[in-house]
C-alpha cells in the first residue's frame, strides 16, 4: 500500500513539474525598460540681465570752429580748437542692466547704461587765425562733462544662442538731452556664474548725439593774445550739437530661465 501512495506522489510531483514547465515556457519573455533620456532645455533670451563694457568713442571731428570776442580782437575772428593734439578718440566704460523677451525667433527688450568718458578737456588746443598768436586755456565747453548715459529699446532676431539687434532711445549728460541709435550681435555661453543661467558676450555700435543747453553762453574757454589781453573764446551760437561714435565689447549675466 505503502509503495503505491508513493508512487502516486512522485507521479504527480513529475506531471506538476512538466505542467509548470510547458506554462512557462508559453509565458511572455521581461524586456528591460526604456532608458529616462532627459530633454535638452531650449535656450532662449528671455530673461534680466546686468554687466559691464568697455569701449572707444570718436568725435565726428577732431576739431571744433570757435569765435574770440573781446577788445582788440576783430569781430567774428574764427579759430580752431583741436582735441588732444587731433587724437579724436577717447576711452569709455560701464554698465548696463535690462530685460529681454523672446517670441519665437525675435527678441525684443530694452536697456539702459551709464558710462565713464575720458574728455581730455586739457588736452585741447586753440589755434588762432592768422597773425594771432597766443596762449589758450580750456574752459569749461560742450565736451567737459565725463560721463554719459542711454536708455534704449532693443529689437533683433535670435539664432539660438546668436542674436542680432538694432537699439535706439535717448541719450543724456549731466544737464544735457539727445538721441542714440545703433546695432549689435550677442553670443549666449550655458554656464551657472554669480547665480546667472547664462553669459552673453556681445559687440555694440552706437552713434551718439546731444543737445547743447540752450541756456550755455557757449564760453570755452580764455585766450590770451601775444602782448594782449585774455579774451573769451566761444562756440558759434549754430553749433548746438556734439557727436560721437562708440564701439563697445559687452559682457552680461543673464538671469531667469535657460
Known sequence: ???????????????????????????????????????????TWTGFYVGG??????????????????PGIPAGLVGTL?????NDGNFTGGGQIGYNYQIGSFVIGAEADI??????DNDAVFVAG????????????????????????RAGVAFDRFLV??????????????????????????????GSSAVTLGLEGLWVSIDQDDDDDGRIGTFTPTGGAP??????????????????AK???KFGTY
Do not use: C, H
Open 130 to 153: 592768422p597773425g594771432n598768436a597766443g596762449t589758450f586755456v580750456p574752459g569749461e565747453f560742450e565736451d567737459s562733462s565725463d560721463w554719459w548715459g542711454t536708455v534704449r529699446l
Open 1 to 43: 500500500m505503502k509503495t503505491r501512495i508513493l508512487g502516486l506522489l512522485a507521479a504527480t510531483a513529475l506531471s506538476t513539474a512538466a505542467v509548470s514547465s510547458v506554462s512557462a515556457a508559453d509565458l511572455p519573455a521581461r524586456a528591460a525598460p526604456p532608458p529616462v533620456i532627459a530633454a535638452v532645455p531650449v535656450f
Open 231 to 248: 579774451v573769451d573764446v566761444f562756440l558759434p551760437r549754430d553749433n548746438d550739437e556734439q557727436d560721437f561714435f562708440v564701439a563697445r
Open 115 to 120: 558710462q565713464w568718458i575720458d574728455t581730455d
Open 251 to 253: 559682457l552680461n549675466f
Open 53 to 70: 563694457n568697455l569701449g572707444w568713442g570718436w568725435r565726428d571731428d577732431d576739431s571744433e570752429t570757435v569765435v574770440l570776442t573781446g
Open 165 to 194: 539687434y538694432a537699439t535706439g532711445g535717448l541719450a543724456y549728460t549731466d544737464n544735457n538731452t539727445g538721441w542714440t541709435a545703433g546695432g549689435g550681435v550677442e553670443w549666449a555661453l550655458p554656464v551657472n556664474w554669480f
Open 82 to 86: 583741436n582735441f588732444d593734439n587731433g
